[in-house]
């Protein structure tokens, strides 16, 4: 139930015409809620890496095929000092830190050697992942085998106008960001020309490009950057589909779009909604304002004008509410529980 929870909200959030977007404060991830998949899922990665056993950092979930480690100085032998096995975002799960000398090798099965000699440009890859550090820029992965030009996925420096956001020069940045000490889930999926991120289950970013170097070889690296552009970090999850980009529904299905229950609040530039005893309260917007609330099955369950102040009833659940002030108008997703 907690799958559909989540992958119906985010369609109906999507379907809905004139949100703002960009207004929306990104909520951390609540870590405590992970899932696990049949073996016969479309959805099921084609290597999956939970970090859980500390004697082991490198062992595959899902795919059995462990992960390299290296230090960048040296791409030619394994080295797995820089990587040491830490406490995950809950005392059950774990995670490992990964030191900004040390950089990850992740096998792709479906590279030129498998296929044709073509280049991979279909895929999906996830992260949650904890910044320790924003002192520079950090790249969170290098398509080019060799290390041979910049990272290929950035969060810019806290010195910068923008701290924290995400992205490159080619697809442009994220207008929401990262902060340090702070689980995300961030996913990236190329279908060929279209690029997507999403943060903690929200779609931030959108581009239509084809740009050859987000196309993958037999191999690519996480955490490598050729100007050493790394901060250090944890990452309690690494999830890698090849010839798959999931969509925002196939990411709700797979349990991997963030936690529902991480959402209680959403802010906005114009005021707040969130959930208190079994009630929605919506605060900060004009007198002017309108509401609507959305159940699961993207049916009209309320409407109001005016309703700053006041609250709405509801049962248990996960409801999008829709928020019309000045012409612009807001979406939030709220558990009621």
């Avoid at 830190?97 to 895929?123: E, H």
């Avoid at 999906?124 to 992965?141: C, H, P, Q, R």
């Avoid at 290098?142 to 010195?159: C, I, M, P, V």
Wanted: aromatic content about 12%; proline content about 4%; overall charge negative.
């Amino acid at each position: 139930m907690k799958k559909n929870f989540l992958f119906v909200s985010l369609l109906l959030a999507y379907c809905m015409t004139g949100f703002a977007q960009d207004d929306a404060k990104i909520i951390s991830l609540d870590p405590t809620l992970y899932y696990s998949f049949e073996k016969d899922d479309y959805r099921t990665p084609t290597y999956l890496y939970d970090f859980d056993d500390p004697s082991n950092l490198g062992k595959a979930t899902i795919g059995d095929v462990p992960l390299e480690f290296y230090n960048a100085a040296d791409l030619s032998t394994p080295n797995a000092s820089g990587i040491q096995a830490v406490a995950g975002p809950t005392a059950t799960k774990g995670a490992i830190y990964v030191d900004p000398t040390a950089v990850i090798k992740v096998n792709n099965p479906s590279g030129p050697t498998a296929n044709g000699g073509n280049r991979l440009d279909v895929y999906t890859i996830l992260w949650d992942v904890k910044l320790n550090e924003m002192s520079d820029f950090n790249s969170f992965v290098q398509f080019s085998e060799e290390n041979a030009d910049d990272g290929d996925l950035f969060t810019k420096a806290e010195t910068s106008s923008t701290p924290g956001v995400i992205g490159t020069g080619d697809m442009t940045y994220t207008t929401v960001g990262m902060q340090v000490d702070t689980w995300y889930r961030l996913i990236f999926t190329s279908g060929g020309a279209t690029k997507k991120l999403y943060l903690n289950g929200v779609e931030v970013q959108n581009i239509e490009k084809a740009l050859d170097r987000f196309k993958i070889g037999d191999f690519f690296w996480i955490f490598m950057d050729d100007g050493a552009e790394r901060m250090p970090l944890d990452c309690s999850k690494f999830a890698f589909w090849a010839d798959r980009a999931l969509n925002i529904v196939d990411i709700g299905r797979a349990g991997f779009g963030g936690s529902p229950t991480a959402i209680k609040t959403v802010e906005t530039s114009a005021g707040k909604v969130y959930a208190e005893n079994g009630k929605l309260h919506v605060e900060g917007y004009s007198a002017s304002a309108s509401v609507e609330v959305y159940n699961l099955v993207g049916q009209k369950i309320a409407a109001a004008k005016s309703l700053n102040g006041n609250t709405i009833n509801v049962s248990n659940g996960l409801y999008i509410v829709k928020v019309t002030d000045k012409g612009k108008s807001f979406s939030s997703k709220v558990v009621v529980k």
